[in-house]
């Protein structure tokens, strides 16, 4: 075999691996895939979560009262300062929430089979958001569903992976 069809089989081979690498975010009930980048004056805290977490089911709601916790649910993630507390000393404010989920008619991919997502951008301008610490994730406090987050920290610093579950909601920024 010459060396270029190595190469090329080598690649090959690769892609699947790197592929799998890219998607952190496999759909599974009880977790939340949490992605925090960490600029300047711009810190943005992404997340994305089966639909089953927030609601219990995973389309389309039915009835006035999976109407009313789809609602709920879409107006707790927006009032992000709740659910999101971050080190004082980044001087942050909220900026922008954007929510995506076809389920829910919120736009994005639509749904497909029957588990369908969330995904959501939540974005702070701040001072100085290399100063923060910390930052609490208060998910599984909002919603009863959730059970750990795997947490993605892209930085001046550097990137870090953590895994909050239990009573933990606090993601360390700093070593
Ligand atoms: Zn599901």
Redesign the pocket.
């Known amino acids: 075999m010459k060396k270029s069809t190595l190469t090329a089989l080598a690649a090959a081979l690769m892609l699947p691996t790197l592929a799998l690498a890219q998607t952190h975010a496999a759909?599974e009930?009880g977790k939340v895939a949490v992605d925090i980048a960490v600029e300047r004056q711009q810190l943005t805290v992404a997340i994305d979560t089966?639909?089953?977490n927030l609601l219990g089911f995973?389309r389309a709601p039915r009835s006035a009262t999976e109407k009313q916790a789809a609602d709920a649910a879409v107006t707790k993630l927006r009032a992000a300062d709740g659910w999101l507390r971050i080190d004082p000393q980044a001087g942050c404010q909220l900026q922008d929430v954007t929510l995506e989920s076809g389920a829910l008619g919120l736009g994005g991919a639509p749904a497909e089979g029957?588990?369908?997502d969330l995904e959501g951008s939540v974005t702070y301008r701040c001072t100085d958001a290399t100063r923060a610490a910390w930052i609490d994730v208060g998910l599984a406090d909002a919603f009863k569903r959730v059970k750990s987050l795997q947490v993605q920290v892209a930085g001046p610093q550097g990137q870090s992976k953590q895994t909050l579950s239990g009573k933990n909601r606090r993601v360390v920024l700093t070593k």
Do not use: C, K, Q, T
């Open positions: 759909h009930h089966p639909l089953d995973e029957e588990h369908a």
